[in-house]
Structure formats: structure tokens, C-alpha cells
């Protein structure tokens, strides 16, 4: 099992988005960066932990947790010409992007905001944090995902 941190506007996809979606899953769709790609692609799985991160917002924060329930498969907003991810070189033969499907498991007791991550000692150092970071999907240390349960207050025992 490996753990992630997934990034996304609350205005576009928000933890209640998926909360409230059918069977509390979602794909994970619209990721349109080739490291974040080959993330989905190539390592993420069923079983695999995920904090919820809402970015692009007055107060950018650790949200809630969920799980991937379908590792990665084409991503078919990228063909759908109609959809805000259509990419026109994105074909059945060649699908270019991927996704992953998520299923909510909880919200934080409050949100873990930046600067409850950069006062903690290990927290302070993941990915989210550090300058430029502006990838959707990052890798997620098993003591960091320990360390935001606890800094949480959620039981790790």
C-alpha cells in the first residue's frame, strides 16, 4: 500500500463533491501533467491511502482522507471534445491520460492548513510544501501519512 496526496480546486472537485457522489467514488480525472500521468499510470493502486487537498483557495488545506478503489485506466474526458479536459490528441489507441477512481473515507476533524504542515517536524518537508510544488498527485511518505493522522487527532493505533 502507498499513500498520495491529490490536489484539487474545492471550486472544481471538492472533498463534498465526492462525499456526495454515487457510492461516495469518483474518478480522479483531468490530470493533465505527464509526471502526475505516469503516477496514476504506473503506481497508483487499489488499496492505496489518499489525503484530500483542496489548492486554489483562501486557505489551502488537508481536508479529508480517501481511498483509490481502481488503479489507473485511460481517461476518457480526454477524448470528449466537449469536456474542459479534451485533449485532441488523445485517441482509443493512444489515450495519452489517466485517471484512477477514489472513494471517500472521511473528513478531517478540521483542516490541516500549510501552516499547521510547516510547523510540524515531519510535515514540513513533504512535497506539498516545498516552493514550485504544483503537482496533483504527490507521494506521500508512510510517517508523514502517520503524522497528519495524529497532528489530525485520529487514532493510529
Not at 465526492?18 to 500521468?37: C, I, K, M, Y
Request: charged share 25%; hydrophobic share 40%.
Amino acid at each position: 500500500m502507498r499513500y498520495w496526496l491529490m490536489k484539487s480546486e474545492p471550486t472544481c472537485f471538492s472533498l463534498d463533491d465526492l462525499e456526495h457522489s454515487p457510492g461516495q467514488t469518483a474518478p480522479w480525472d483531468g490530470v493533465r501533467n505527464f509526471q502526475a500521468r505516469n503516477l496514476l499510470r504506473d503506481e497508483t493502486k487499489a488499496g492505496d491511502r489518499v489525503l484530500f487537498y483542496h489548492s486554489s483557495c483562501s486557505e489551502p488545506a488537508i481536508v479529508g482522507l480517501a481511498e483509490v478503489v481502481r488503479g489507473g485506466y485511460p481517461d476518457h474526458t480526454a477524448q470528449d471534445s466537449r469536456s474542459d479536459h479534451y485533449d485532441p490528441k488523445a485517441t482509443p489507441a493512444n489515450p495519452i491520460w489517466y485517471m484512477v477512481d477514489v472513494k471517500f473515507r472521511m473528513r478531517l476533524p478540521r483542516p490541516l492548513t500549510r501552516q499547521d504542515l510547516a510547523g510540524h517536524p515531519v510535515l514540513a518537508g513533504m512535497a506539498v510544501m516545498q516552493r514550485g510544488s504544483r503537482l496533483s498527485v504527490q507521494p506521500v511518505t508512510a510517517d508523514e501519512w502517520r503524522a497528519v493522522l495524529v497532528l489530525a487527532g485520529i487514532d493510529v493505533s
